[in-house]
């Protein structure tokens, strides 16, 4: 298990070598940019402080859920009417003030509440694995490539994870491929492959181009996911609440996913402490909508964003390439805008360039 890497620098750059950025912690006057942690290790953490937590009852039913009904009587006063039941495939029944759809993209809680969704598949693939290099790294490197973004994201010691996006067809030879020869084109994709590196003036210090470290070894299996943006028309319904990919899903290109998902959660937990600080029903939808006024039109903004740069990144046509420079070089030349797009990317700041 590889502990959590702390990331200093975030170097981006497109094929063409026309252009780059380079975020630093020192932007934003902060030690470091974010944190890398792996899933496992996030989730084994958030379970042991679960079960070590001993001021609430906790009971986890290893089944899934068939069907939900909300409201059981017509009697609008009974005890029941405030109740969600929720009926498990092992035939076990559990009722509850509050159900929080917490199950990711293909959420049933969602489709049992009848809460509809936007949105559309985009026509690539990420490719996800974990790799070896030959140095220890602290930067998160990220290229446009003509089919989408590769990135190589550090997450302690000589690892790091790839995220690497690409065609269908291209993702499914990547995952066939040896070892060797996928080694070979996840190097050949980082550095001189597919268009030189950037014909950029040297900048001093921390801010000058490097080439990212050589990968040498695969550490993990390659696995293939399908891409695509959805965002739910509610993010709350009668005794139900949408966090994280159960409310949303966009396009990996910028890490923003798990980012999003974190903020629904804290957003949604300080809602729900001031509900039981004024003893109110926790399941009742005047309260619930506070959170959805808080998290609907943050996470539609990043949404927007992230597929605006999607689609400016999948055309390879002279006049976009050299607009796409010139974005690269306002962001690395124009110092506010690089603060603001860091604070903007790392949470610290809920909307885009505020001056």
């Not at 509850?96 to 809460?115: M, N």
């Not at 989408?148 to 066939?176: H, Q, Y």
Request: hydrophobic share 40%.
């Amino acid at each position: 298990m590889v502990l959590p890497s702390f990331c200093y620098f975030l170097q981006v750059w497109d094929y063409t070598g026309l252009g780059y950025t380079k975020y630093t912690a020192s932007d934003v006057e902060t030690d470091i940019l974010g944190c890398v942690v792996e899933n496992r290790v996030l989730q084994s953490s958030l379970l042991s402080c679960l079960q070590n937590n001993t001021e609430f009852q906790k009971t986890v039913y290893p089944s899934r859920l068939t069907s939900m009904t909300v409201g059981l009587l017509t009697k609008t006063n009974s005890a029941a009417s405030r109740m969600a039941k929720l009926d498990l495939c092992d035939g076990t029944s559990l009722f509850a003030k509050l159900v929080v759809g917490a199950d990711g993209g293909k959420s049933r809680v969602r489709e049992l509440a009848g809460i509809k969704t936007t949105g559309w598949n985009y026509s690539q693939n990420a490719v996800i694995c974990t790799v070896k290099h030959t140095a220890e790294n602290h930067c998160a490197w990220q290229r446009f490539l003509p089919a989408g973004p590769i990135a190589l994201l550090p997450i302690g010691d000589k690892f790091s994870n790839i995220v690497w996006t690409m065609t269908p067809r291209e993702a499914s030879d990547c995952k066939a491929m040896s070892e060797d020869d996928f080694l070979k084109s996840v190097n050949h994709a980082l550095d001189y492959g597919y268009g030189p590196h950037p014909h950029a003036e040297s900048f001093p210090g921390d801010k000058s181009w490097e080439v990212p470290p050589k990968v040498i070894e695969l550490a993990s299996e390659r696995m293939v996911f399908p891409l695509s943006l959805k965002h739910a028309k509610d993010y709350v319904a009668n005794r139900v609440v949408l966090i994280g990919d159960a409310a949303h899903t966009v396009h990996p290109l910028a890490g923003q996913g798990v980012n999003l998902g974190f903020g629904d959660a804290s957003a949604f937990s300080k809602i729900i402490a001031d509900g039981v600080a004024v003893g109110a029903d926790l399941g009742e939808l005047s309260l619930l909508k506070k959170y959805e006024a808080e998290r609907k039109p943050a996470n539609f903004m990043m949404t927007a964003i992230l597929d605006g740069f999607q689609k400016a990144y999948s055309v390879d046509l002279g006049p976009v390439n050299i607009l796409r420079a010139a974005a690269f070089q306002v962001a690395q030349y124009v110092s506010p805008i690089r603060r603001n797009i860091i604070s903007y990317a790392t949470g610290r700041q809920k909307w885009p360039l505020l001056f």
